[in-house]
Every structure is written in C-alpha cells, then in structure tokens.
C-alpha cells in the first residue's frame, strides 16, 4: 500500500496563542484507506484535519501530501489532491445556485466548460442531487446542503477526501445517507478522513480510527480495537457506541461479544443460538 498523507511530529500552534493545538503527531494515511478521526472538544482533530490540506502549515514538523511538503508548495497543488468539506456548509457555500456552486472549483483548475459541465454532473449525479441544478442552495434543507458541500468538493476530483463531523445535524436517514455515501465514494477509490463524535458512524464505516486528545495522538489502529479499548476512551471523554457498551456488559455474563453494529451483534447471537 502506498502512502498518501504523512505527519511527521507535527506540532500546531495558533498564532498568538501560547499553548499547542497539535503536540507531535504522526500519521500515515494510505491510498484508498477510510479512516475516522476521534477525540474530545478541543482535541485537535480540526486541528489536524485542516493541516492535511494544507489550510494550516505546520509550526514545527511536516506534512507530506504524495510526497509534498504542505509548507512548500503552492497551496492550489494540495487542494486539489486533498478536499476539505468543512464541517458547517454556510462556510463553505457562496454561490446562488448548485450548478455554480459545483462547478466553481473545477472552473478555478481552468478545466474547459465542457469538462466542468461534465464534472457537475458526475458529482451531484453521486451525492444524490441531480435535478437541484437550478436551486438557491439557501433553500435546500440541511442535509441536501451538507451534500452539495460534499459534492463541490469531489468535483475537483481530490484523490483524498476529509470530512469533518459530516453527521452532525443529521437525520437518521441523513446519517444513512451519508454512511452509504461514504463507503460508496471509498469504493471507488477515494481515500476519506472523517473527523466526528459520532461513534456509531465511526462503527459503521471507518475501519481504522485513530483518537487525538489533548493534541497528541493516543490509538490508532482497526476501530474494533480502538473502540473496545474503553479504559483509554474513557480517560479522553469519549462513549463508545452503545453496541460495543452492551457487548461489555454481555462479556460481564460470560458472553464474549466483539460487535460494532446492531447486524454484527444479531449475527452473533444468531451463531449462539445455533451453537450454544
Ligand atoms: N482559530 C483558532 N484560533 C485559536 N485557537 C484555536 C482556533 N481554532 C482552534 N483553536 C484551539 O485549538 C485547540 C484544538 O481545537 P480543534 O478545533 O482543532 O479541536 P477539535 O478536536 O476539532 O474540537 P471540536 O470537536 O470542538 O471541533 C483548542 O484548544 C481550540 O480552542
């Protein structure tokens, strides 16, 4: 597997402000990998997310992106490889209607009109949206605005894709959505870092999770680990998903439950009553 992003002992701090966002964080993220990012309010995770696309530079350390330095090359060559959805759409929206709005960054890479026709298509065509091309994206409703987000963003066709907290203010089919979307965009070769306190998204779709507090980076590895690792979670303030709560209390009973989703958990009680 070839690397895609690289931290190496990145440290952030912003400017006037003494104390450190990111304390030393190292980080591999692999082409095509499907990663969460989990941790506390004020943890770092934007931070972090922010410093993968380069809207941030490194006050110490570096970032690799394909091999290129964040703080030396020109801005415009890491956006377009990595895409940053950010995590409430009224900062990412300005234009007054989809099509434009999605075709404003391919527009900015100086593709053709044609080409651009083409991209929009193909990403509202992903997201769901096609047939909105002519809305004040003012009037669509949160979820479909949070898309269109989504969308704008893949029209540049990054190779990675980091979205923070994309559940939040979601519905559950708003969240069903975006999960199906998520795995979708990754089946098709993008590699995609969520940034979220929503453990049962992270469960459903991430299989790597790696826990940031207080600025510094404290699991990494398959999510089933990380969100059994509870004694940790708990230190850092998280909950893991009431799935992997109810497997402990299970395990308590001499159950020995492993399940991240409501589906694993009937599967294994489905082999149990089978094999009991
Ligand atoms: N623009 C900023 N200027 C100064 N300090 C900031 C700025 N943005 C974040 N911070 C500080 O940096 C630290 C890390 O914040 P960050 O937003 O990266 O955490 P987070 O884990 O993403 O939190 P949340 O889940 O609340 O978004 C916090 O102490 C925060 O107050």
Redesign the pocket.
């Known amino acids: 597997m070839s690397i895609i992003i690289e931290t190496k002992d990145l440290w952030?701090r912003?400017?006037?402000?003494d104390?450190w966002?990111?304390k030393g964080i190292n980080l591999t993220i692999n082409t095509g990998e499907l990663i969460a990012i989990i941790?506390?309010?004020?943890?770092?995770?934007?931070?972090?997310?922010?410093n993968l696309n380069g809207l941030l530079k490194p006050t110490k350390g570096v970032v690799l992106v394909e091999g290129l330095d964040t703080k030396t090359t020109p801005s415009h060559e890491i956006v377009k490889r990595v895409g940053y959805v950010f995590?409430n759409p009224s900062h990412q929206i300005f234009e007054s209607n989809v099509f434009q709005e999605v075709a404003y960054g391919p527009r900015n890479l100086g593709l053709s009109e044609e080409e651009v026709k083409d991209r929009v298509r193909w990403a509202l065509s992903l997201v769901g949206l096609e047939g909105y091309e002519d809305h004040n994206p003012y009037d669509l409703d949160y979820g479909k605005m949070k898309l269109l987000t989504v969308a704008s963003v893949l029209s540049m066709k990054p190779k990675v894709l980091v979205l923070?907290?994309p559940t939040t203010g979601q519905d559950h089919a708003g969240r069903h959505l975006l999960a199906s979307l998520v795995k979708k965009l990754n089946r098709e070769g993008f590699t995609i870092a969520i940034?979220t306190?929503d453990m049962r998204f992270v469960a459903e779709v991430a299989p790597r999770t790696v826990l940031?507090a207080d600025?510094q980076k404290i699991l990494d590895g398959p999510t089933r680990e990380v969100l059994y690792t509870v004694d940790v979670l708990k230190k850092a303030a998280i909950k893991p998903p009431q799935i992997v709560q109810l497997s402990l209390a299970l395990r308590e009973h001499g159950f020995s439950f492993s399940s991240l989703t409501l589906q694993e958990m009937l599967d294994e009680m489905r082999k149990l009553i089978k094999n009991p």
């Open positions: 952030f912003y400017p006037g402000i104390t966002a990111l941790g506390q309010n004020g943890g770092g995770k934007s931070t972090l997310a922010k995590q923070d907290e940034i306190h940031i600025g």
